[in-house]
Each structure stands twice: as structure tokens, then as C-alpha cells.
T-cell receptor, first 115, second 113 residues
Framework: AQKITQTQPGMFVQEKEAVTLDCTYD???????LFWYKQPSSGEMIFLIY??????QNATEGRYSLNFQKARKSANLVISASQLGDSAMYFC????????????FGTGTRLKVLA | NAGVTQTPKFRVLKTGQSMTLLCAQD?????MYWYRQDPGMGLRLIHY???????AKGEVPDGYNVSRLKKQNFLLGLESAAPSQTSVYFC????????????FGDGTRLSIL
């Protein structure tokens, strides 16, 4: 069965430093997609970045990059040059298989950026 | 630029009451989803729909029903509310293509007393 694990309930980072949020997954399907979402204290869910299982390169979107290690089944989110506005909950999610419409989410990591 | 709109934003119910949460999207998306978010548990899928007139069960469907009579709307019903259904409910939609992200509404905070 597919599973997403985020082992860091909470993290602190100094403003302007980089931070890595961990995400490991388990699936037997060779085709899958991995997503990261940000949830600020206001509650909305904001899409950050996507990585497909067949993508050769790690995904990047501005200050966000995804450190995709397929053999280790990990898809860590890297935020460079942290800003105070990055303080939020971060969720890793997976969609398994091209014909599957369902997603599973990890339990999230709460990031606090310190001034 | 509405995206996904959830109605209502907050609601307090008494045990045994019924209610319907409405989700509307204006992006012509085929796929729509209802999740619940509880502390420490992330988002869990309740029901989803892959097109108008279709619905399917997710991870935690018990106690909920859904309908998708129109492509742009996805309704979540609680027939007899229970305190265990106190949660924040999110609706999401996405377009076709596996790389497409889900677009979320702002959530509905529901309390069952």
C-alpha cells in the first residue's frame, strides 16, 4: 500500500538560510507523482512543486527545489534563502499510478523561520 | 479569479443534525475531491469524483455522502452529524494530466457539539 512519511513534526531555520524538509514514500507502482503543498496559518493549501517518477532532473520552482532520490524513495523539499513568510505547515503528497486519481498526504512539517 | 469556492466557511452543528457542504470550481476541472484535516493526521480523502455524475469512496467515507450532478459542483453531505466529524474540510479540483496539482478551496471549519 502506498504511504507517505514526514518524520519532522517541527523545524526551525534562521532567516536567509536554507532548510530541507524530509519526505519518504512507499509505492510498488513505477509511475507516480510527488507534490509539496504549503499551508500558512491562514489555512489555505498552496501548491509548491511537482516531481514525476520518470523525470530525469530534480524539479525547481524559484526558491523551492525537490531533492528526488528514487532509489531511496525520498522527495525532500529544499527551501533556499528562507523568509519569514515561509513559516507554515508543509505537506508532501503522492499520486500513485497514471490511472489513479487518489492522493495520499503526509502528516506535515511545521516550519518556523526565525528573524 | 475564484478558483475553488467552499460554502460555508464555518458551521456549528448539534449531534444528529444534517448538513451539506458545497464546493464550486470555475476551472472546468474533471476531478474533484473532499478531504478532512485533523490535527497531526494531515489530509485524508473522504470521497472523490472523476467526472459529472460519478463519485467514489476515499480513505474515510463512512458517515458522508457526495453528489456531482453538475461538473462544477461537488457536494458533501453529513446525514447525522457526530462529534467525530468535527474537522476542517477541504475541497479540491484538478485538471487532466498526472502532473496537474490539486487546487484547494479555503476550507470549512465544522464543529459538532
Amino acid at each position: 500500500a502506498q504511504k507517505i512519511t514526514q518524520t519532522q513534526p517541527g523545524m526551525f531555520v534562521q532567516e536567509k538560510e536554507a532548510v530541507t524538509l524530509d519526505c519518504t514514500y512507499d509505492t510498488s507502482d513505477p509511475s507516480y507523482g510527488l507534490f509539496w503543498y504549503k499551508q500558512p496559518s491562514s489555512g489555505e493549501m498552496i501548491f509548491l512543486i511537482y516531481q514525476g517518477s520518470y523525470d530525469q532532473q530534480n524539479a525547481t520552482e524559484g526558491r523551492y527545489s525537490l531533492n528526488f532520490q528514487k532509489a531511496r524513495k525520498s522527495a525532500n523539499l529544499v527551501i533556499s534563502a528562507s523568509q519569514l513568510g515561509d513559516s507554515a505547515m508543509y505537506f508532501c503528497a503522492m499520486r500513485e499510478g497514471p490511472g489513479t486519481y487518489k492522493y495520499i498526504f503526509g502528516t506535515g512539517t511545521r516550519l518556523k523561520v526565525l528573524a | 479569479n475564484a478558483g475553488v469556492t467552499q460554502t460555508p466557511k464555518f458551521r456549528v452543528l448539534k449531534t444528529g443534525q444534517s448538513m451539506t457542504l458545497l464546493c464550486a470550481q470555475d476551472m472546468n476541472h474533471e476531478y474533484m475531491y473532499w478531504y478532512r484535516q485533523d490535527p497531526g493526521m494531515g489530509l485524508r480523502l473522504i470521497h472523490y469524483s472523476v467526472g459529472e455524475g460519478t463519485t467514489a469512496k476515499g480513505e474515510v467515507p463512512d458517515g458522508y455522502n457526495v453528489s456531482r450532478l453538475k461538473k462544477q459542483n461537488f457536494l458533501l453531505g453529513l446525514e447525522s452529524a457526530a462529534p467525530s466529524q468535527t474537522s476542517v474540510y477541504f475541497c479540491a479540483s484538478r485538471g487532466t494530466g498526472g502532473h496537474q496539482p490539486q487546487h484547494f478551496g479555503d476550507g470549512t471549519r465544522l464543529s459538532i457539539l
